[in-house]
């Protein structure tokens, strides 16, 4: 079996606090997984739950208190290991007055390509995130979807085989969430390993092999979305109509939506026949029965109910 492309060993991140730094708050605890090579990983948690954190240890910008890391089995302290990854952050900030296409050749310049290779390149990445066409358009006129776009341009221009986003969908309206899902995707298919955070939980269902869910710092939850919530069915949804005049059936009654002229129902799983007799003797016509499962964000909300969350919670002794 290969070694995993992400490698997590108990990492924790104290911040000292208090106007004279008497007391330490603990941002990240022990955080231990593994993320496998090709694998699309999201990082779930609240705004201050340490996803941010973790990703700027890793990255090498900060230090951890404890705990190491490794990707594609280098220890992330050892510099060579950044040739091999690519990393968006949350809020870039990138020179403004430059077109798109300066901005991607100034970055394939640390790389050392050749003026004809970083031309190709360019072109190559501009095409991928549907930038073609504004490439030489100043960065200051770029829409938050755009600039999400050129900044996850800029980390994979050196075709890295782990990428690091950091809440790529944040603040995005549904068009630039889709755009940004499709590229995610593609990287996946490529055999990128991708490991993203954030808090937008249907984009994690969407898009995930595995997610992991982090809350006030400590890791809650490590499996695939299906799989770490359960796959246990707890009732069934019958949508169906009802001819002009006839009524729904007095058993069903307060537990009955209606939206148009369509009519929904939940019930217990071990009562869905009996209340599909029932509309048949209303001479229902019946347009559909779904399973009813937990999701992704049921689960995610439980936890944070659960640790009674509230940003930088945890604080430690001074030693």
Known sequence: MSAPAIEIQSLTKD??????????????????????????????????????????????????????????GRSIEDVAMHRDIGYLPEQPYFYDYLTARELLDYFARFFGYSAADRGERVEKFLDLVGLSAAGNVQLRKFSKGMMQRIGIAQAILHDPKVVFLDEPMSGLDPVGRREVRDIILELKRQGRTVFFSTHILTDAEMLCDRVAVLVGGKLQGVGAPNEIVSLEVYGMEILFELKPGAAVPASLGDKVRHTGSRYQVEVPEAGLYAALEQLKGADAKILGV????????????KLVGKEKYSPHSIEVNPQ
Not at 27 to 32: A, K, N, V, Y
Not at 38 to 55: D, I, Q, V, Y
């Open 290 to 301: 779904v399973p009813l499962r937990p999701s992704l964000e049921d689960y995610f909300f």
């Open 15 to 72: 911040y000292a606090v208090g106007f004279w730094r008497e007391k330490t708050r603990r941002s990240l605890d022990s955080l231990s997984l593994e993320v496998h090579e090709g694998e699309a990983f999201g990082f779930l948690g609240p705004n201050g739950a340490g996803k941010t954190t973790t990703l700027k240890l890793l990255m090498g910008v900060i230090f951890p208190t404890s705990g190491t890391a490794r990707i594609r």
